[in-house]
């Protein structure tokens, strides 16, 4: 099971973080959370690792509309977005939010699904047309 898109973007780690939370922005996405998880393990565990940062990010609109169907359905939000550092560059992975959809299981979530699927695929897609 698929559950997330992906992109590689080849600029420098704190650039193409900067490049996701436009792009996410530029989608009706805001940030909610950013947790640096290479600080969080260090200070933690003592593990060394490469940058490694999840963005929470979410669509209000979205948001509020799923939650009118489920209100369970915040156990599942915001959307989260990893950059990580990877051999060649900087990845970027994002949640699918169909995924949602699959596991609340509520026919009338899917089209809200549908549409946060066609905004971060938009939001990838913009990093995607400037990866170089």
């Keep these: 099971m698929v559950f997330e898109e992906s992109v590689v973007v080849t600029r420098p780690f704190d650039e193409a973080l900067a490049e996701v939370k436009a792009a996410m922005a530029a989608e009706g996405f805001g940030t909610l959370t950013e947790i640096d998880v290479q600080e969080t393990l ?58 949602m959809a699959t596991m ?14 066609r905004l971060v695929g938009n939001a990838l897609g913009r990093l995607s047309a400037s990866a170089g």
């Design 42 to 99: 260090r200070e933690k565990v003592g593990k060394q690792m490469g940058r490694y940062v999840i963005v929470g990010a979410c669509n209000p609109d979205l948001a509020s509309r799923a939650i009118d169907i489920e209100p369970q359905v915040g156990v599942l939000l915001p959307c989260n977005v990893v950059v990580r550092e990877v051999e060649g560059g900087v990845l970027v992975e994002a949640l699918d939010p169909g995924v």
């Design 104 to 117: 609340v299981g509520r026919e009338a979530i899917q089209p809200i699904a549908d549409e946060g699927r």
